[in-house]
């Protein structure tokens, strides 16, 4: 089985799976369930459910449920030509790790529902497994989300295999919320004899909001609002454009803010800002290594400058904004809650600040849109939220997990560790859908998910494979 399992992934990777593109993906899974006298259902929202039989022994042994979504994400290299749309995945092996050529592999998830297809394919002493595949994880959880589980109400836990480290198994997921600041920004005309400035604070670490934020970095345009909110105190300037960011989910690394001054006081702009970039070197000498500021004359002149009350209420806004890591978990020094200003622009006459709140705890996620709905009060903005999807939440007893702690502690000789993930995962909404569920969330080794690098440790998937059989076998 050890060379089976990496030939069903093979067999995924044939196949194009782009969010949205799993209809060739859900004829192969039907055909898989068909050819071994397997049941087998498909929804509308590209969902597949293959049911197993508890093999004899096994009768009496209570059912499971297993997941792994079938969609990837589809980066490739500048200049590829390669069409996720109709061309298979190209795999490297390269010594132990399984990689794509100039593309990104889809490890996550296939290397997850290649081990479902094995322990449905092999013949072992199981429990009544049920095996769903899930569709567009990836671009929202859609499928997920319109999954009908109904007629499953008895199955009592769930094992999870969209984890991503082998020997740590996840107890807990952040529920996740996308915010909006609106703030009116009406343009003059602008003649008067200037220099236009463009001030650029860049070389931040940046990184996903969800899992780098425990490591406290700085944010480009909260540092970059500092600024221009020190630099009001000395200098005279008028707002041209101001930018930040380029992902609701991730710690912008660079922002740009474009003013005009009395070409005297330049000078005293490139003091000003080189002094409170010094300080905040100062803030974050543990954690950023490289921010810089520039300041350089714009060669592109802006006619019209935003108005003077608009810069004050995106300063203001900036300024009380929670961002950042807002809660940890003491005993594992883990995050619990955070809050991200990811994005930064000027559109349709409007500035746009928007980004992310997360929590491990539902109620901590609703109270910081609390908190920004009252904000938007006090700073004359408009906030909306979209996109919400909830939490995961810890439970601090969990057969399903203590047996998976046992099965390793044999395999393995040592304790796998038992942790919270900062970011969205599916068992958020089956937990919702079935309250009662048992879940747990296990995987092997994979780096560079979601992008050209992503990579796959064949030896990581073979024993985390062996790990689940042997789980399956004894629960």
């Known amino acids: 089985m050890n060379e089976r399992l990496i030939e069903l992934f093979e067999q995924l990777a044939a196949i194009p799976r782009a969010s949205g593109n799993e209809k060739a993906v859900c004829d192969y899974l039907e055909n898989f369930a068909r050819q071994r006298g ?8 590209r969902n597949v459910i293959i049911e197993k039989p508890a093999s004899t022994n096994k009768k009496n042994s209570s059912a499971v449920f297993l997941q792994a979504h079938t969609d990837m994400v589809c980066e490739k290299a500048v200049g590829s030509n390669h069409d996720f749309a109709k061309d298979p995945i190209t795999l490297i092996r390269d010594g132990d790790l399984l990689k794509a050529q100039d593309t990104s592999l889809g490890a996550d998830n296939g290397i997850g529902v290649a081990m479902m297809l094995a322990a449905l394919e092999e013949n072992f002493d199981n429990p009544r497994m049920v095996a769903l595949f899930t569709a567009e994880e990836e671009s929202g959880m859609g499928g997920v989300k319109n999954l009908a589980l109904d007629k499953y109400a008895d199955v009592p836990a769930l094992i999870n295999l969209d984890a991503e480290d082998e020997g740590i198994f996840l107890s807990s997921c952040a529920g996740g919320v996308r915010f909006a600041f609106e ?36 944010n480009a345009i909260i540092i970059l609002a500092r600024l221009l909110r020190t630099l009001l105190r000395d200098v005279w300037f008028k707002l041209m454009d101001i930018s930040g960011g380029g992902k609701e989910n991730s710690i912008p690394s660079m922002a740009r803010a474009v003013i005009a001054v009395k070409p005297e006081e330049v000078s005293l702009v490139r003091k000003v800002a080189d002094a409170v970039i010094a300080e905040v070197r100062g803030e974050y000498a543990e954690t950023e290594k490289s921010i810089t500021v520039e300041c350089t004359e714009n060669e592109e002149l802006f006619g019209t400058h935003i108005d003077g009350g608009s810069l004050g209420k995106l300063l203001n806004l900036m300024l009380l904004l929670p961002n950042g890591l807002l809660k940890r978990n003491l005993k594992n020094n883990t995050a619990v809650t955070s809050s991200n200003v990811g994005v930064l622009k000027v559109e349709g006459g409007k500035i746009i600040a928007s980004g992310m709140i997360r929590s491990n705890i539902d109620s901590c996620k609703e109270h910081i849109c609390t908190q920004l709905t009252a904000l938007a009060r006090m700073t004359g903005s408009v906030f909306t939220t979209s996109n919400d999807y909830p939490a ?83 629960y």
């Open 38 to 45: 397997l049941t087998c259902t498909r929804d509308d929202s």
């Open 183 to 218: 703030i009116d920004a009406p343009v003059k005309l602008y003649g008067e004899e200037s220099t236009q400035l463009s001030i650029t604070v860049k070389g931040f670490n940046g990184g996903h909001s969800g899992l780098m934020i425990n490591r406290e970095n700085a």
């Open 392 to 474: 995961w939440e810890h439970k601090s007893t969990s057969r399903i997990r203590d047996h998976f702690i046992k099965v390793y502690l044999k395999q393995y000789n040592k304790e796998p560790n038992v942790e919270s993930v900062h970011a969205g995962l599916e068992c958020a909404y089956f937990a919702k859908k079935i309250p009662s569920l048992d879940i747990i969330s296990v995987g092997c080794d994979i780096r560079g998910a979601h992008s050209i690098r992503e990579n796959v440790s064949v030896s990581s998937a073979l024993r985390t494979y062996q790990l689940l059989k042997t789980a399956l076998q004894t």
